[in-house]
C-alpha cells in the first residue's frame, strides 16, 4: 500500500532484504554447474607439468577412443591466440613455449566425464625443458630473460619533493624489508562456463564471472568476431574477490573453442577445487624496502620507497595490481618528500592477479610495519608518531593529490583506542606478559583505500547504466555490474528507490548480459557502489526527468502516482528509458606520465586495532579481538556494509597467519583445502565493525567504495600486536609457527 | 571416479565373503575418506560392499571395559557418557578431529582405517610409493612440514591422520576382527605399521577382514586421561602434533602411565621409553622434561619440519602437567 509518506521514507540505509536472497536460501538460484543443455560436452584442460620448456610433440596414450573426443591446440583457434586484457602476451594454449607450469596446451571435450578424465591424464608432451626462474629476486638480477628485454612488465616512479636531499638534514634514516605472499582467493564456487559457438550463430557464454564485458572484449579477439556475434551472460555467482575479474576470460575461451570445433555442441567446463586452486590467479607475492627520514619531533622528511610485485608468466593485470599497490604505499601520511620505485616483474608461475585490495595490501603491510619501527628509533609511541604526521585536509598525498575533504585520522584513532581499550591494555599487557607463557599483545594500522579505477581509468572507461520502465511501473537496472554475494543489486535497487521515491520492491536488476545491458565497467575496484550507484542514481533521475517533464508526473508524488505516469508514459510513446555515463568530478585531474595528480576521486580512511595473544610453548599465534573503524561516506545497508568488513578482515587474518602458499618449481603444492589452510569461525575473533560517515559529494547518497578496504589493515595490525607481544618485530607474512619458533628461539 | 558396482551386505559372514571373493573389494562405511579418495582417483576399488546395516553400532559396558561396535559413528563414541566418564582421551581426541558432521558419517572401522593426507599421496599427478608402489616417494625432496618425524623409511614418510587412534594407542585398545579364518584380535598398537618397504600395507588387518569392535579395557589410568592437538587452525585441520596422556597418580607418584603422539608417524605411536622414565617418578616438571626428551629420541626430521620435533616436546609437557594437575585435584 502506497501513500505520502512512503515517497520520504529513505531506502538507503536501511537493512532491506537482500533482492537475491530468496532464491539463495530457498535453492532457487541457479549456478553454471546447476545448468545442463541438450547435447552438451564436458571439457577438459591438459596442462603443462613444468615451468618452461619447448614443446616437441603431444602424445595421446594408447587405449582410449580418441576419435571420440574434441581435440583443441592452439592451431584451432579462428581469431587470434591471445587473451586480450591489457597486452596479448598471455595465449589461449601454447603454441610452443611454456611459461609456467599449469599452462593450458590441449582441449579435450566429451560425452562422458568419466572417459574425459581419463584421457586428460592420457595425453602427454614431449618437452625440451629451458632454464625457469621462480622468484622476483632472480628476476631481478636477470638470471634468465623469460619476458620482453628486462623481464619487467611495467614500472613506475613516483616523485614528490626531493628525497635526495632529506638524508643529510635527517635525524634519524630507518630501514626495512617487508614482504607478503601468494594468497589464494578461495571463493565459494570454482571457476565454470558453458559455452556454445558456432560460425553462424557466433558464441555465447553463460558462467561465473565478475566483469563479463572482459570476457566479451576477450572472445572478439579470439574468434575474430563482430561485437554482435559476442554475447556474455553472467549466471549466479559465488564470490569472486578478484579472482573472476580477468581469469573467466580463458575458461570462457576454452570452452568456446571446444564448442566451435564440435560445431556448436555445447560445452561445460568446470575447474574442481584442485584445478582452481593450482592453475588459476592469486595475490601477488611482494618484497617493499623502506628508508625513512625522520627528525627528532618525529615528522616524516622524506621517505624512499622500492615496491615489487610477482606477476607470474605474463602480464595480465599486474601493471594495474602494482600502480594502485604504488599508490597506496606511502598512506594516509603528510610527508614532504617522497619516491616510490615500483616494478612487476615476471617469473615462470602462473600469473599471479587481481585480490581484494589490489596491491594495496601488500604496500600497506610494509608501511605500517615500517612505521611501528620508525616511532620506536624515534622513541614515540606508535600512536603519537602517526598523530604528528597524518595527512589533513589542504595537504597532498604521494602523487601530489590535494585531500579536498575533511579526514579526521586522529579522531578515527582516538575513537578506535576508545573501543578497544588500547592505551591500557598496551601498557597492561607489557607488564603481565613477563615470564607467561600466553603473551598478549594489541597494535593497531592506520590506512587508507582509494574507490574506483586508478587516475583516468574511471575516464577511459566510460561506464555506461540504464534504466527502463514498464507500464506497470516497476524499473528494470541495466548494469554489467555483476551481483558476485557482495550486494550489487540490492544496493543498486536501494539507490534507485531513493532516487524515484518509489517502492523498493519495484526495482529490479537485469542479469548481466552483453546484449542487453550497457557496459558499466567490471566489478573491481571498490567502484562499483560508488561509481556504478552514482550512474544508477542519475539514471533513475532520468525517467524522472522525462516523466515529469512531460507532464505526466507532479513535483510531489506517491508511488501509484508514479505507476499512474509511467502506464500514461508507455501508452503514448512506448517503454520509458535512461541512460546515465560516467563523468569525472570537477577539478580531478592526473598525469598518467608523471604519475602525479588525483589518484582517486574518493578515500575511504580506517584505523583496525587487533589484540592477539601468541602461546610461547606452542608458538600458535590467534587473534582475540578485533575492531575495524572506517569513515567511508555514508552507509548504504548496514548489513551488507558490515559483512563485507567482516569478511575482508577475516581473508586479512588468514593472508597474516594461516594462508601460505607452497610453491615447487613453480607449481603451488598444497592446492587443497586440506592442505592450504584458511581460518575457519573457530579462528576469527568477533569482527567489531564500525562506521563513521563524512559524505562524499560525488557518491550516491554520499557512499565511497569499501570492498576492498577491509583486506589491507589486518596483517600490519595483527604482527604490530605480535611484536607488541612478543617484543620480535616479524615483517614478512604470512607469519607461520615454525618461523615464530625459529625467531623467539634465537632471542630466548 | 572409476566405475564401481555396489553391494548391501546382509550380514558380517555375507560381507566378509563377497569382499574375499570380490575383485578389488572395499568395504563401505561412512565413507568421508574413501569416497575422498575415490573422486581424486587414488582409490581405485571395482566394488564396493557396503556394510552400514549391520549391527555393529552398538556401544556396550562389558565386564573387561568397553566394546564399541564398528559402525558407531565417530559422533555417537565421542558423546557418549561412558566413553565420557571412563575414557576422556577419546572423547577429546574424536572431537579435535574433523567437523561436526564428517563425524556423524564416519565410523569408528573407518577411522582407522584412515589413509595418509600426505599432498603427494592425494594427488595421482605425483609418484607415490604408497599408491603405486615402487614408484618413489615425492615427500622425501618435496614439501614435508606435515610429515614423519619417528619411524619413517626411505620408502615413505607420511603420517597417520588419525587423532581417535592416538587415544586409542594410550588406552591399550584392542581391535576384534572377523574374516574367512574366523575370529581374531589385534591389539591397537600392533594394528598399524610403520612404512618400512611396504608403505602400501598399512596395517595388519587383511584385506578381507572387516572389523568388528573396539575394545577398551579397564584400568587406573583411563579415567585421568587428557588429549592435546596443536594443528594449523582452531578447527578443521589435521595435527601437526598431538599427544594422549594417561597417568595413575597417587601421592605425586606416577603408578602407571600411558603416552602415544599423532602426526609424527606413520602410525599412532605408543611413546613407550618416556612411559618408563615416566612410571615410578615423581609427577613434576623434571620428570615430563625427561619423558619428553625419551619420547623424541630417535627423531628424525626432514627438511622442513624440525619444528616439529620441539613441538612434540613441548606439547608432552604441557599435557602431562595438566594431567598430573588434573590427578592431584580429582583425588583429593
Not at chain 1, 288 to 297: C, E, L, M
Amino acid at each position: 500500500m502506497s501513500n505520502q509518506t512512503d515517497t520520504q521514507t529513505k531506502i538507503v540505509g536501511k537493512p532491506v532484504p537482500r533482492k537475491e536472497g530468496r532464491a539463495k536460501v530457498t535453492g532457487a538460484a541457479r549456478y553454471i554447474d546447476d545448468l545442463r543443455m541438450d547435447g552438451m560436452l564436458y571439457g577438459a584442460t591438459v596442462r603443462s607439468a613444468v615451468p618452461r620448456g619447448r614443446i616437441r610433440e603431444i602424445k595421446f596414450g594408447a587405449g582410449l577412443p580418441w576419435d571420440e573426443f574434441v581435440v583443441v591446440t592452439a592451431a584451432d583457434i579462428p581469431g587470434e591466440n591471445c587473451v586480450a586484457l591489457i597486452l596479448l602476451d598471455q595465449p589461449y594454449l601454447v603454441a610452443k613455449f611454456i611459461n609456467h607450469a599449469e599452462e593450458p596446451i590441449l582441449l579435450l571435450a566429451h560425452a562422458d566425464k568419466h572417459l574425459l578424465e581419463k584421457a586428460r591424464r592420457a595425453v602427454t608432451f614431449d618437452v625440451e625443458p629451458l632454464s625457469p626462474i621462480f622468484t622476483l629476486e632472480e628476476s631481478l638480477a636477470k638470471k634468465e630473460i623469460i619476458w620482453g628485454e628486462d623481464n619487467i612488465f611495467k614500472s613506475y616512479q613516483v616523485n614528490k619533493g626531493n628525497v635526495d636531499e632529506v638524508w643529510a638534514q635527517a635525524d634519524f634514516i630507518i630501514e626495512g624489508e617487508y614482504r607478503t605472499g601468494a594468497q589464494e582467493q578461495l571463493y565459494i564456487e570454482p571457476n565454470g562456463v558453458i559455452a556454445v559457438a558456432n560460425a553462424d550463430a557466433g558464441v555465447t557464454v553463460w558462467g561465473s564471472m565478475q566483469c563479463p564485458y572482459y570476457v566479451h572484449k576477450a572472445l572478439l579477439k579470439l574468434f575474430a568476431l563482430p561485437e554482435e556475434k559476442i554475447r556474455v551472460i553472467q549466471t549466479e555467482t559465488g564470490g569472486g574477490f578478484g579472482g573472476k575479474e580477468e581469469y573467466p576470460s580463458m575458461i570462457a575461451g576454452h570452452a568456446a573453442l571446444l564448442s566451435w570445433k564440435a560445431g556448436g555442441r555445447p560445452v561445460k567446463i568446470i575447474y574442481d577445487r584442485a584445478e582452481d586452486m593450482v592453475a588459476t590467479t592469486k595475490r601477488h607475492p611482494s618484497r617493499t624496502r623502506h628508508r625513512t627520514a625522520v627528525n627528532k619531533d618525529g615528522k616524516l622528511l622524506g621517505m624512499e620507497i622500492e615496491f615489487v610485485i610477482d606477476g607470474g608468466a605474463y602480464a595480465t593485470l599486474s601493471s594495474v595490481v602494482l600502480s594502485r599497490g604504488t599508490i597506496h604505499a606511502a598512506g594516509p601520511y603528510n610527508c614532504p618528500n617522497v619516491r616510490i620505485n615500483a616494478h612487476a616483474v615476471a617469473t615462470n608461475v602462473p600469473p599471479h592477479g587481481a585480490f581484494r585490495g589490489f596491491g594495496a595490501p601488500q604496500s600497506i603491510f610494509a608501511l605500517e610495519r615500517h612505521l611501528d619501527k620508525v616511532a620506536q628509533v624515534v622513541g614515540l609511541s606508535p600512536a603519537e608518531f602517526r598523530r604528528r604526521n597524518f595527512i589533513h585536509e589542504g595537504e597532498t598525498t604521494a602523487t601530489g593529490q590535494v585531500i579536498r575533504e575533511p579526514v579526521d585520522m586522529e579522531g578515527l584513532l582516538a575513537r578506535a583506542f576508545e573501543l578497544t581499550d588500547y592505551q591500557a591494555k598496551r601498557e597492561r599487557f607489557a607488564r603481565a606478559n613477563e615470564g607467561r607463557s600466553l603473551k598478549r599483545g594489541i597494535g593497531f594500522a592506520s590506512f587508507m583505500h582509494g574507490a574506483g579505477f586508478t587516475g583516468s581509468g574511471e575516464v577511459y572507461l566510460q561506464s555506461i547504466v540504464g534504466a527502463e520502465a514498464g507500464a506497470d511501473g516497476r524499473v528494470r537496472l541495466l548494469a554489467a555490474s555483476t551481483e558476485i554475494g557482495q550486494g550489487t543489486n540490492t544496493i543498486f535497487a536501494q539507490i534507485a528507490a531513493d532516487a524515484l521515491q518509489i517502492d523498493f520492491d519495484l526495482i529490479e536488476v537485469a542479469q548481466p548480459d552483453t546484449s542487453n545491458v550497457p557496459n558499466s565497467g567490471p566489478t573491481v575496484a571498490s567502484r562499483t557502489t560508488m561509481i556504478v550507484g552514482k550512474l544508477v542514481e542519475s539514471a533513475a533521475l532520468g525517467l524522472k526527468q522525462t516523466l515529469q517533464n512531460s507532464g505526466l508526473l507532479k513535483a510531489n508524488y506517491t508511488t501509484d502516482d508514479w505507476r499512474a505516469a509511467c502506464r500514461r508514459h508507455v501508452e503514448q510513446f512506448g517503454l520509458l528509458k535512461s541512460f546515465s555515463q560516467y563523468k569525472p568530478p570537477p577539478g580531478i585531474n592526473w598525469d598518467e606520465g608523471k604519475y602525479q595528480g588525483d589518484a582517486y576521486g574518493a578515500y575511504a580512511w580506517a584505523v583496525y586495532v587487533a589484540e592477539v595473544t601468541v602461546d610461547m610453548l606452542t608458538y600458535e599465534a590467534r587473534v582475540e579481538d578485533f575492531v575495524a573503524l572506517q569513515e567511508v561516506g555514508k552507509v548504504v545497508h548496514p548489513v551488507l556494509a558490515a559483512g563485507q568488513i567482516e569478511g575482508g578482515v577475516a581473508q586479512a587474518i588468514g593472508f597474516t597467519l594461516y594462508e601460505n602458499v607452497v610453491w615447487s618449481e613453480g607449481r603451488m603444492l598444497n592446492n587443497q583445502m586440506t592442505n592450504y589452510i584458511i581460518p575457519t569461525s573457530a579462528d576469527i575473533p568477533p569482527i567489531r565493525v564500525y562506521f563513521e560517515e563524512q559524505p562524499y559529494a560525488y557518491g550516491p547518497a554520499g557512499a565511497k567504495g569499501i570492498g576492498e578496504l577491509p583486506m589491507d589493515g589486518g596483517a600490519p595490525a595483527i604482527l604490530n600486536a605480535i611484536e607488541h607481544a612478543t617484543g620480535v618485530a616479524f615483517n614478512h607474512v604470512p607469519l607461520l609457527p615454525e618461523a615464530l619458533m625459529q625467531a623467539l628461539n634465537q632471542t630466548a | 571416479m572409476n566405475p564401481f558396482t555396489y553391494k548391501r551386505a546382509t550380514d558380517e559372514a555375507d560381507a566378509v565373503r563377497e569382499v574375499a571373493n570380490g575383485k578389488n573389494a572395499k568395504f563401505l562405511g561412512g565413507g568421508t575418506n574413501l569416497v575422498d579418495l575415490m573422486k581424486m582417483g587414488v582409490e581405485t576399488p571395482d566394488e564396493l560392499v557396503d556394510i552400514n546395516r549391520l549391527a555393529l553400532k552398538r556401544i556396550e559396558q562389558t565386564p573387561q571395559g568397553l566394546r564399541i561396535g564398528a559402525l558407531a559413528s565417530n559422533s555417537e563414541v565421542a558423546n557418549h557418557r561412558l566413553v565420557r566418564e571412563q575414557f576422556p582421551v577419546l572423547s577429546e581426541a574424536i572431537l579435535a578431529g574433523a567437523s561436526p558432521q564428517l563425524r556423524n558419517m564416519a565410523t569408528v572401522g573407518g577411522n582407522l582405517l584412515q589413509r595418509t593426507r600426505c599432498y603427494y599421496f592425494m594427488d595421482t599427478s605425483f609418484p607415490c610409493n604408497k599408491r603405486v608402489p615402487g614408484s618413489g616417494c615425492s615427500a622425501i625432496p618435496g614439501f614435508n612440514r606435515i610429515h614423519a618425524i619417528l619411524g619413517a623409511s626411505d620408502k615413505c614418510i607420511a603420517v597417520h591422520p588419525s587423532d581417535m587412534c592416538v587415544a586409542l594407542a594410550a588406552l591399550d585398545a584392542i581391535v576384534r576382527v572377523a574374516g574367512p579364518a574366523g575370529a581374531r584380535q589385534i591389539p591397537l598398537v600392533d594394528f598399524h605399521r610403520l612404512p618400512g618397504d611396504t608403505p602400501q600395507i598399512e596395517t595388519n588387518l587383511r584385506p578381507d577382514e572387516l572389523i568388528v569392535a573396539v575394545d577398551l579395557p579397564n584400568s587406573p589410568f583411563a579415567r585421568r586421561s587428557r588429549y592435546l592437538k596443536i594443528r594449523d587452525r582452531a578447527q578443521y585441520a589435521f595435527a601437526l602434533v598431538s599427544v594422549a596422556a594417561a597417568l595413575d597418580v597417587q601421592q605425586g607418584r606416577i603408578n602407571a602411565a600411558r603416552l602415544a603422539l599423532g602426526g609424527v608417524a606413520h602410525k599412532p605411536w605408543r611413546a613407550l621409553d618416556a612411559e618408563k622414565v615416566l612410571t615410578g617418578a615423581r609427577a613434576d616438571a623434571q620428570t615430563f622434561r625427561a619423558a619428553a626428551e625419551a619420547a623424541l629420541k630417535g627423531a628424525q626430521p626432514q627438511q622442513h619440519n624440525a619444528f616439529k620435533v620441539e613441538l612434540a616436546r613441548r606439547a608432552i609437557v604441557r599435557l602431562l602437567t595438566e594431567v598430573a594437575h588434573e590427578t592431584k585435584g580429582g583425588a583429593a
